[in-house]
């Protein structure tokens, strides 16, 4: 993750004028001397990342075109090394969980006060989630949620849903805990921690710890 000092350039995707001007703003008071790029569309973002890699792009769901979750997929391919932040309206569970499964490194909702926009922006830079605090107990409460299954009755884990425990792990591994130290730290086998490692991997979509760590950061999780 980018330090301060790195955000020289930026990218707003945001269709709407107003909301352009103020983001605008935003950010540069986030980033005192960022150069900033502005676009209205998803084949006008497309088209300037395929010249450019912006240190940080605020990008909006809803445009013209079609869903700024398209930028949010490029931006996650390994060839860009940029901050991306959703910056939008919606609140609701499809939006924003569709966002983090594409890579946003950061929600935020436009309605939020200017100062903590800024705030949750220089945040991020720290390894701090640009999370609005709404989102971030939403995030929290989806992914606490598991319901008890009814005796004898055998159930189809879900897999958007990380039980208790499982939060847990993925919050020790990600700050480089070793499976030995987890296990002595939750008082459980070691071979526990393995099986609830590959159940988190599996629920997630991850592959490694490197991953685990961005979505303990996405999730609010990590210190």
Known sequence: ????????????????????????????????????????????ASQFLDGAQPD??????NL?????????NKLSNKEFNCISVVTTIYD????LFSALRAGAQGYL??????????????GITEGKPALTPKIALKILDHFSKV???EAGIAQEPDEDVLSKREIQVLKM???????KLVAKELNISHHTVASHIKKVYSKL???????????????GLAD
């Open 64 to 72: 013209p075109d079609g869903s700024g979750v398209e930028i949010l």
């Open 1 to 44: 993750m980018k330090s301060n000092k790195e955000i020289t350039t930026g990218l707003i995707l945001e269709d709407n004028n107003d909301a352009q001007q103020y983001l605008y703003k935003v950010l540069e008071s986030s980033f005192p001397g960022v150069m900033i790029d502005m676009v209205s569309s998803v084949e006008e």
């Open 109 to 122: 909702l436009k309605e939020q006060r200017r100062e903590l926009l800024i705030e949750a922006l220089q």
């Open 56 to 61: 940080i792009a605020l990008i909006d769901l």
């Open 92 to 95: 609701d569970d499809h939006h």
């Open 205 to 219: 979509g991850i592959s490694n710890r490197a991953e685990a760590t961005q979505k303990a950061v996405q999730l």
């Open 173 to 179: 591994i990600s700050q480089g805990h070793s499976v």
């Open 147 to 149: 319901e008890e299954p």
